[in-house]
């Protein structure tokens, strides 16, 4: 079964720092990646996927961007974080077309930007 | 209209209640349904998974999926302590495998 590590478990950054996060994904090949971020007591917001390297989807708008340089490896970054930015971060994969969707998930990255 | 609603609760029971947890959707064409189990501070790991109509049951849990009414629910039977944590539902099309999720409710299982 696939594992995914994520790290740091924590960050503290200040306004207008630069930002990157790395997940990387063992025992699967090809997968879907995803980046959610969850506000405090809310659900998961869709950030970011990814079907394939170099393929990435942004599914709103804002200050953060993500790559997939290599097949099971999914990095988001920001070149200037806001106060906004602030929130749990969780990188999670699944199984490409055809595959079973469920999703696998991270142990989130919780960074708050002061 | 979100594509998948859920009620955020807080849902407090006593120990040893049944618990019934639900989500509505509105995209039809969703055919894989699954919850989440979250503990605070932590990832989301899979609790039930689900494809098409049905019930799915595993020890205490069991999944229902009702597409005709596009209404997905979870029970947990004899509830306990150690089961109070967010549930979040989740759904896909099987498309590309990309799942939706609702906002997650909220479970606190008083002793």
């Known amino acids: 079964s696939q594992t995914i590590h994520q790290w740091p478990a924590t960050l503290v950054q200040p306004v207008g720092s630069p930002l990157s996060l790395e997940c990387t994904v063992e025992g699967t090949s090809n997968p879907n990646l995803y980046w959610y971020r969850q506000a405090a007591g809310r659900g998961l917001q869709l950030l970011f996927y990814s079907v394939g390297i170099g393929q990435i989807s942004s599914e709103v708008p804002q200050n953060l961007s993500a790559s997939r340089p290599q097949d099971r490896q999914f990095i988001l970054s920001s070149k200037k974080l806001l106060l906004s930015d602030s929130g749990f971060y969780l990188c999670?994969?699944?199984?490409?077309?055809?595959?079973?969707?469920?999703?696998?998930f991270g142990q989130g990255t919780r960074l708050t930007v002061v | 209209q979100k594509e998948v609603e859920q009620d955020p609760g807080p849902l407090s029971v006593p120990e040893g209640a049944i618990v019934s947890l639900n989500c509505t959707y509105s995209n039809s064409a969703f055919q894989y349904f699954m919850w989440y189990r979250q503990y605070s501070r932590k990832g989301p790991e899979l609790l039930m998974y689900?494809?098409?109509?049905g019930n799915k049951e595993d020890g205490r849990f069991t999944a229902q999926v009702d597409k005709s009414s596009k209404y997905i629910s979870l029970f947990i039977r004899d509830s306990q302590p150690s089961d109070s944590a967010t549930y979040l539902c989740a759904m896909s099309d099987g498309q590309g495998g990309k799942l939706i999720f609702g906002q997650g409710t909220e479970l606190s299982v008083k002793p």
């Open positions: 689900t494809y098409s109509s």
């Open positions: 999670a994969c699944n199984a490409g077309t055809g595959g079973s969707p469920e999703a696998f």
